[in-house]
């Protein structure tokens, strides 16, 4: 099947990769476009991008996709599909209409739940026991169109890295699987009494309030590991919390508990297992304390 792709992220990556190795002819990979990054700032391509390129497949990176010559430079592919995983780009109606069958989205969640930008985060964040993936026939609407196909998966502990990995897998497994039997599979309309919204997470979201319990402050560590991090603040530095365990224990709400820096939670206590300093390694709870103490009754 002749099929543009596109998408940015690491998500992305393993669709491109099993559209390729199933035998599929991608006319073209989209992309956003390069972007400032790291220290010096300099323009960093895509995921997407640098793994189309290693294939010797030609990338676009439009800035929008809003202009008559790039709808038409889009028609000209002839398409059969379009595969769409975390592009971060709004197709527009001439967009989605160009391909024969139209374009095709790998969701990481099960709609109608977590519609939006940041489904992982969200399911992991409301304590949900499970979440997935879902391909899904693109509308106008914020992931509101017909669904393909869905596969559940367990959050159990699992960090929002560690899950958004494990849903690029099963959601390039199952586009695959729908373009094989995509003149058989019936679309199955949403149910909009069902949706919840998954907005873009803001960075503030990000800093540990203490005053939760340490259910809801361990779901934020797992949540905003890798990026941005959740984090506290002590003495003029910001410090990550990149994972922890619930521990039976208390104290008042934001009070180091000991020398291995458990903190207590509104209820129970929080026991980081690895931590990181401003500009420095991820590290054990033990190496940081040796060269930056935070002692026993400090409240964060």
Known sequence: MRIAFMGTPDFAVPTLEALVAAGHEIACVYSQPPRPAGRGKAPRVSPVQQRAQAMG???RTPVSLRSEEAQAAFRALGLEAAVVAAYGLILPAPILEAPRLGCLN????????????APVQRAILAGDRRTGVTIMQMERGLDTGPMLAQLPAEIARKSA???????????????????ASIHR?????????????????AKE???????????????QVRAFDPVPGAFFEYAGERIKIHSAELVDDSGPAGTVLDRSLTIACGTGALAPTSVQRAGRAVMTPAELLRGFPIPPGTRL
């Open 57 to 59: 497949i030609e990338v």
């Open 106 to 117: 790998v969701h990481a969640s099960l709609l109608p739940r977590w519609r939006g930008a």
């Open 161 to 179: 890295g560690e899950l958004t990995a494990e849903l690029a897998r099963l959601g390039a497994e199952l586009m695959v699987d729908v373009l």
């Open 185 to 201: 599979v019936g679309p199955r309309p949403q149910d909009d009494r069902w949706a919840t919204y998954a907005p873009k997470i």
């Open 205 to 219: 979201e990000a800093r540990l309030d203490f005053s939760r319990s340490a259910e809801e402050v361990e779901r």
